[in-house]
């Protein structure tokens, strides 16, 4: 079966999951349950992980093969915005909502991870998992790289949604992309 074909299985999987992450966001440095939720998926797929950060994870996927070793990499905070949907899986936390997309970020790595742990003997090289906390804060990436994550890396590859690209595609460029970070900070 092609990798295609496998993701298709598991678009329910990935689907729930991000819906009970967007039911229970949390702040940048604050992701404990997020933190669980992710540990629990993980163990499931029996992909060793290390806690580095506060609430960051790096997950170790080894090949059966020598190769390069490439990091995925999604953001797990929320931001502090009360939701204004009716949605069936609204937020349950007032005032905090996933609004930038990293409750569907998360739930597409642990898809990524399923698929591939069950690909193990066909992977050549090592995949990590980098789930990580505080992107809002512009934290969580220091505490990646701090903890050594980048180490020996050949690549590493994020993503972001874009609502303006029409669906089924997807934009790549060379180098830094929608990268930004900034906090406003109200006076009074």
Same mark, same amino acid.
């Given at each position: 079966?092609?990798?295609?074909?496998?993701?298709?299985?598991?678009?329910?999987?990935?689907?729930?999951?991000?819906?009970?992450?967007?039911?229970?966001?949390? =702040?940048? @440095?604050?992701?404990?349950?997020?933190?669980?939720?992710?540990?629990?998926?993980? %163990?499931? #797929?029996? $992909?060793?992980? &290390?806690?580095?950060?506060?609430?960051?994870?790096?997950?170790? =996927?080894? @090949?059966?093969?020598?190769?390069?070793?490439?990091?995925?990499?999604?953001?797990? %905070?929320? #931001?502090? $915005?009360?939701? &204004?949907?009716?949605?069936?899986?609204?937020?349950?936390?007032?005032?905090?909502?996933?609004?930038?997309?990293?409750?569907?970020?998360?739930?597409?790595?642990?898809?990524?991870?399923?698929?591939?742990?069950?690909?193990?003997?066909?992977?050549?090289?090592?995949?990590?998992?980098?789930?990580?906390?505080?992107?809002?804060?512009?934290?969580?990436?220091?505490?990646?790289?701090?903890?050594?994550?980048?180490?020996?890396?050949?690549?590493?590859?994020?993503?972001?949604?874009?609502?303006?690209?029409?669906?089924?595609?997807?934009?790549?460029?060379?180098?830094?992309?929608?990268?930004?970070?900034?906090?406003?900070?109200?006076?009074?």
């Amino acid at each position: 079966m092609n990798i295609l074909n496998r993701v298709k299985t598991i678009e329910d999987y990935i689907i729930n999951i991000r819906r009970e992450l967007h039911q229970h966001p949390e =702040l940048s @440095g604050r992701e404990y349950k997020t933190q669980q939720k992710i540990i629990e998926e993980l %163990d499931k #797929l029996g $992909i060793p992980y &290390e806690k580095v950060g506060t609430t960051s994870l790096i997950a170790i =996927l080894k @090949g059966k093969k020598v190769g390069k070793v490439i990091a995925l990499r999604a953001d797990i %905070d929320a #931001l502090p $915005i009360e939701e &204004e949907t009716d949605v069936s899986f609204k937020s349950k936390n007032k005032g905090i909502m996933h609004a930038c997309g990293h409750d569907a970020h998360t739930a597409m790595l642990l898809g990524a991870a399923k698929v591939l742990s069950k690909m193990k003997d066909e992977i050549s090289g090592e995949i990590r998992f980098f789930f990580q906390e505080a992107e809002e804060t512009f934290e969580g990436a220091k505490r990646i790289i701090e903890s050594g994550g980048m180490k020996g890396g050949d690549a590493c590859f994020g993503m972001h949604g874009m609502p303006e690209l029409e669906t089924c595609y997807i934009n790549i460029e060379p180098g830094y992309r929608m990268a930004g970070c900034f906090t406003l900070i109200e006076k009074y």
